[in-house]
């Protein structure tokens, strides 16, 4: 582990909003400033490109507008949000210009990221940003953001910048020291991150801010998933980006995962929303899970929700449990017409034939929790 992450070249680090702050939760940069000169200096030996994920608009827009509680309604946090996004920026344009380094902002939604041609557009800026040596300071735009398209939180939305940009490391800095076990002892490293990993996640949430453990750790899966190495650790612990850079024991480090998605599963799998859901028969089942096959019309027993083509929709079997999401082939009001049929009679029923398949294989991707087993209803 070593050498690997002193060779990490790209680096996404997500700056918690704990860190932003203090115990009232005004805004204070007594811990950033010191994470702003370890990035700056590490920055300038050129080893390294470093991307930042952070919060704390909603906190500095509450801080002026002299809130006492996080805002609850999404009228509110926008408006919060719209206030401190500007003031937060500002922070880290003053603590970068004592080193002369560049930032960038960009604010981003989860519409933005499940159109593939924005998508690629971020990345391509992300990537020139990088080529001029600037360092982006990303958040998600909460002032457009709609509730059911908001990232919800910035582990989330840091774990889908890291597989954007394909990042080496995914440095998840909060005020807790890592993942602790039921046993209160710190995990030092996880190799996979299995159901019992996520149940002993789950609990704290502060005042201020939105992500416990949990997202913390739905995020890291999000990342090893794409190859991305995750650690989380304590930011407010003076040169831990460089400690965690020469490989010492600091937090839980979750592993990559080799076999990763490739770049456009990713995109489909963690990018797009779903809008609908089709019943497949245990034949179906046993072809999309076991034998690497596409979908096909005979295979489908039941179709919910409303879609178009080219809509992302989930693929569950007859006991609801999740097995796939994919990129539909056909209408849901021509599925309806052809559902059980066999894929020789589409054209004859429909007047036309896209093709065979109803999801493609290259458009599918198969839930890890459906090959494990362990399905979530
Ligand atoms: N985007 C939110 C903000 O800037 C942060 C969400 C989070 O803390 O996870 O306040």
């Not at 940069?29 to 000169?37: A, C, G, I």
Request: with cysteine; glycine share 8%.
């Amino acid at each position: 582990m070593k050498t690997t992450l002193s060779k990490a070249k790209r680096i996404v680090i997500k700056i918690g909003t704990s860190i932003l702050t203090d115990e009232d939760g005004n805004l204070s940069t007594k811990y950033l400033s010191h994470l702003v000169e370890e990035i700056a200096k590490l920055h300038r030996q050129e080893m390294h490109e470093f991307i930042i994920v952070t919060s704390g608009a909603i906190g500095a827009g509450m801080q002026r507008l002299r809130l006492k509680e996080r805002p609850q309604t999404i009228i509110l946090k926008q408006t919060a949000a719209a206030v401190g996004q500007n003031i937060l920026i500002e922070i880290y344009e003053g603590l970068f210009k004592k080193y002369e380094q560049t930032i960038a902002q960009i604010l981003l939604t989860h519409q933005d990221m499940s159109c593939r041609k924005s998508y690629i557009n971020i990345l391509n800026t992300i990537s020139k940003l990088l080529e001029y040596k600037v360092i982006p300071i990303i958040n998600e735009n909460d002032t457009v953001a709609v509730d059911e398209l908001k990232f919800g939180d910035n582990d989330t939305l840091a774990a889908l910048v890291s597989q954007l940009v394909e990042a080496d490391l995914l440095l998840i800095l909060s005020n807790v020291d890592g993942l602790y076990s039921g046993s209160c002892e710190l995990i030092p490293i996880v190799y996979e991150i299995t159901p019992e990993i996520i149940e002993i996640s789950a609990g704290t949430r502060s005042k201020f801010s939105t992500g416990g453990m949990q997202t913390k750790i739905e995020a890291a899966k999000i990342a090893t998933q794409s190859g991305t190495t995750v650690i989380i650790s304590n930011g407010k612990k003076k040169g831990i980006i460089s400690e965690v850079l020469k490989g010492e024991k600091c937090g839980t480090t979750f592993v990559a995962n080799e076999n990763k998605l490739s770049s456009r599963k990713r995109w489909i799998m963690y990018h797009l929303k779903e809008s609908g859901e089709l019943i497949i028969d245990e034949g179906a089942k046993e072809a999309i899970l076991n034998k690497g096959k596409s979908l096909l019309p005979s295979g489908i027993l039941e179709i919910k929700g409303k879609f178009d083509e080219g809509d992302a929709v989930i693929i569950k079997d007859t006991q609801n449990r999740r097995l796939a999401k994919g990129l539909i082939g056909y209408s849901q009001n021509d599925l309806l017409k052809i559902k059980g049929r066999q894929t020789n009679q589409i054209e004859e029923i429909l007047g036309y034939a896209y093709e065979d398949e109803i999801i493609h294989r290259d458009n599918l991707v198969v839930l890890e929790s459906a090959t494990m087993n362990i399905f979530s209803y």
